[in-house]
C-alpha cells in the first residue's frame, strides 16, 4: 500500500469516529434536558382544564415579562380570535383599575368543582362574590372558561369603570404630562389634586343637604324640635357626607389608571373607611331613633315603654357592632363562614348550659309584648305584693311596702298570675267604722251626713260613687260602713289620700261629740240614788250638729288648698 494512502486513510477514519462521538453527545444531552424543557413549556402553556389554571393562563399571559394575549384570550369562548384578545385585556384591566388581587391559593384546581352555595348547583367558580360576583369561569365541554355572563358585562363593566373622558384625557394629553414623579405620571397626579377637590365640594354640599332632609324628617315624626336631638343629627349629617365622598372615590379613583398595587391598598382602605363610618351611622341612628322613640312613650301614661328604651339600646347597638365587626373581618380576609358555625356552635352549647337566662330573656320579651303591668304599678304576684320598679333582661324589680326588693325571674312572671292593682281604672277603699251603740239616732245620721260631705269635698276621690251607711250591728259597736274610689293609681298617693280623709272624720267626730266603739264590757246601775250615769252625754241639737258639719268641711277644704291640692 502507498504509505500516503495510509496516511489519509487514517485521518479520515479518526476524523469520521470523532464526528460520530461528537454527535452522540449532542444526543445524549439533548435526552438529558428533555424533562426540564416539557416543564418549561409546560408552565407557560394553556391551560384551561380547571378554573385554576384557566385564570391562571389569562393573568399570567397578560403580563410584561410574559405577554401573549393570543393564548390569554384562549380562555374566552364563542368569539374570533381578535374581539377575544380585546375581551381579555379589558378584563384584565377591570381587575387591576378595582384593586382585585386574585389569590391562587384560595382558587379550586378541580376539574369538576361544583358550585354549592347559589340557587342551583354547577359547574360555575365565582372569583369575587363580595365585590364583584359577576365575573366568574364555568365548565363548558370539559373545559374551564370565563363565563357567558362575564363576557357579556365585559364592554360595560369597563365604560364604568374607564369611563369615556380618561382615554380622551390621556390622548390629549402632551408627552411631559406622562413623565412620571415618585413613580406616578403628572396627568394622574392632576387627575388625584381635582378627584380631592370635587370630594371636598360634594363632602360641604351633601353635610348640609342632609342635616335639613334629617332635621325634617325628625319634625314630621316628633312635631317639635328637641336640642339633643339637633345636636346628634348634626353628628349623624357628618358621616353620611363622609360616606357619600368614599363612594365618589370608590366610582372614580380606578379612571386614574394606577397600578394594581397602589388600587389594591386604595379600595381596601376605602372599604374599610366605609364599613366604619357605616357603624358609626347605624349607632347614631340607634341613638336617634331611641331619641324619638323617648319623646314618644313621654307622651304615654305607661312607663313600661320607658323602660325598653334602654333595653332597645343596648340591643340594637350591640347587633351593629356584631354585623359591622363581622363585615370588617372579612374586608381583612377573615372567613366569616368560618367564624359563623363556630360561633352558631358555640353560641348552641352556651345555650343549652344557660337555659334559665334563655328562659328569663323569652319571658322578657314576652312582658313587653303583653304588657301585663306598667313601672310604678302595684300588682300581686303570687307571694309577692308591690311596686314595679323596673324591668331587666333576665328579671324584674317589685318594691314591697316594707321598701325591701323581690327580684322575680321574668320567666317565672311571665307563666304566674298577676293581679294589677295598677290597671283598675280607680283604687277602691273599703272600711268600717264602730260607733258606741248608746250614740243617739241624731247624731248617727249627722256623723253620716259629714263623712259624706268630706267625700265630696276630697279632691281625690271621686264624688259620683261613694258609700257611706249604717249597716249592721257589731259585737260591741254599731257599723259605720265606708267605700269610697281613689282616683290616684299610685299606691303612695293613695295613702295621702287615705291619711287626710282619716284625720277630716276624727276632728268631725271629735266636734260631733261621737266615739269611736272599742271591745268592752258595760255595767248599767240603773236605780241608784242620786248618782248619775257613767256613760257620756250626747248633744243632739240639729242647728249644732249642721254648724259642726259645715265648719268641719270648710276647715277640710282650707287645709287641702294650703297643701296645693
Known amino acids: 500500500f502507498d504509505p500516503t494512502f495510509l496516511k489519509r486513510f487514517k485521518f479520515a477514519f479518526l476524523f469520521h469516529n470523532s464526528f460520530n462521538l461528537f454527535n452522540m453527545k449532542k444526543f445524549l444531552w439533548f435526552f438529558f434536558f428533555i424533562p426540564f424543557i416539557s416543564n418549561a413549556q409546560d408552565s ?99 373545559n374551564w372558561y370565563y363565563s357567558e355572563e362575564t363576557v357579556s358585562k365585559i364592554d360595560q363593566i369597563y365604560k364604568e369603570i374607564f369611563p369615556w373622558y380618561v382615554d380622551k384625557l390621556q390622548s390629549s394629553m402632551p408627552a ?28 360641604l354640599i351633601v353635610k348640609k343637604t342632609a342635616f335639613l332632609v334629617l332635621k325634617k324628617i325628625q319634625y314630621q315624626i316628633t312635631k317639635n324640635t328637641n336640642l339633643e336631638i339637633n345636636e346628634v343629627l348634626k353628628k349623624l349629617a357628618h358621616p353620611i357626607s363622609l360616606l357619600v365622598v368614599f363612594a365618589f372615590f370608590d366610582k372614580v379613583f380606578a379612571s386614574l389608571q394606577f397600578g394594581l398595587e397602589i388600587n389594591t ?18 349607632l347614631k341612628l340607634v341613638h336617634v331613633v331611641m331619641q324619638l322613640y323617648k319623646v314618644f312613650t313621654e307622651r304615654n301614661h305607661g312607663k313600661l315603654d320607658d323602660q325598653l328604651v334602654p333595653i ?34 358555640g353560641g348552641l352549647a352556651f345555650a ?12 322578657t320579651i314576652m312582658i313587653f309584648l303583653d304588657k301585663p303591668f306598667h313601672i310604678e304599678d302595684w300588682i300581686e304576684a303570687g307571694e309577692v305584693v308591690g311596686t314595679v320598679e323596673k324591668v331587666g333582661f333576665r328579671s324584674t324589680s317589685v318594691r314591697a311596702a316594707d321598701t325591701s326588693v323581690y327580684q322575680i325571674p321574668n320567666s317565672k312572671l311571665s307563666e304566674i298570675v298577676i293581679n294589677n292593682k295598677g290597671l283598675r281604672l280607680f283604687r277602691r277603699y273599703h272600711t268600717n267604722l264602730g260607733l258606741r251603740y248608746d250614740t243617739p239616732p ?22 259620683d260613687s261613694y258609700n257611706v251607711e249604717f249597716t249592721g250591728f257589731g ?33 268631725l267626730a271629735k266636734d260631733l261629740g261621737v266615739d269611736f266603739a272599742f271591745p268592752s264590757t258595760t255595767v248599767m246601775i240603773e236605780n241608784f240614788p242620786e248618782k248619775k250615769a257613767l256613760g257620756p252625754t250626747y248633744d243632739i241639737n240639729t242647728e249644732r250638729t249642721d254648724a259642726v258639719i259645715a265648719k268641719t268641711v270648710s276647715d277640710f277644704k282650707n287645709k287641702l288648698s294650703k297643701e296645693g291640692m
Open 265 to 282: 391598598f386604595v379600595f381596601k382602605g376605602i372599604h374599610i373607611a366605609i364599613v366604619v363610618f357605616w357603624i358609626y351611622v347605624f
Open 44 to 142: 407557560t402553556r394553556v391551560d384551561i382544564s380547571n378554573p385554576y389554571a384557566t385564570i391562571y393562563t389569562h393573568l399570567f399571559f397578560l403580563q410584561e415579562d410574559s405577554y401573549q394575549p393570543e393564548k390569554a384570550a384562549k380562555t374566552i369562548a364563542g368569539y374570533s380570535d381578535k374581539v377575544a384578545m380585546r375581551k381579555a385585556i379589558k378584563l384584565k384591566k377591570i381587575l387591576d383599575g378595582k384593586g382585585l388581587f386574585v389569590d391562587f391559593n384560595k382558587i379550586s384546581s378541580d376539574p369538576n368543582y361544583r358550585d354549592t352555595i347559589g340557587y342551583s348547583v354547577s359547574y360555575k367558580y365565582v372569583l369575587f362574590p363580595q365585590r364583584m360576583p359577576e365575573i366568574s369561569v364555568e365548565k363548558i365541554n370539559n
Open 352 to 363: 343549652l348550659a344557660s337555659q334559665d337566662t334563655v328562659k328569663n330573656l323569652i319571658g
Open 442 to 463: 241624731e247624731l248617727i245620721e249627722a256623723f253620716v251626713k259629714g263623712v259624706r260631705e268630706l267625700i265630696i269635698a276630697h279632691p281625690e276621690t271621686r264624688s
Open 312 to 345: 332597645l339600646d343596648n340591643l340594637l347597638t350591640g347587633l351593629v357592632i356584631v354585623i359591622g365587626g363581622f363585615r370588617l373581618l372579612a374586608l381583612l380576609g377573615v372567613d366569616t363562614t368560618t367564624m359563623l358555625a363556630g360561633a352558631t356552635i
Open 176 to 203: 411631559s404630562g406622562h413623565k412620571k414623579i415618585l413613580t406616578i405620571e403628572i396627568w394622574q397626579w392632576i387627575g388625584l389634586l381635582l378627584l380631592f377637590l370635587l370630594a371636598w365640594i360634594i363632602f
Open 475 to 507: 259585737d260591741s259597736a254599731l257599723l259605720i260602713t265606708i267605700n269610697v274610689y281613689f282616683k290616684s293609681l299610685a299606691w303612695g298617693i293613695e295613702q295621702s289620700s287615705k291619711h287626710r280623709l282619716h284625720i277630716a272624720i276624727v276632728k
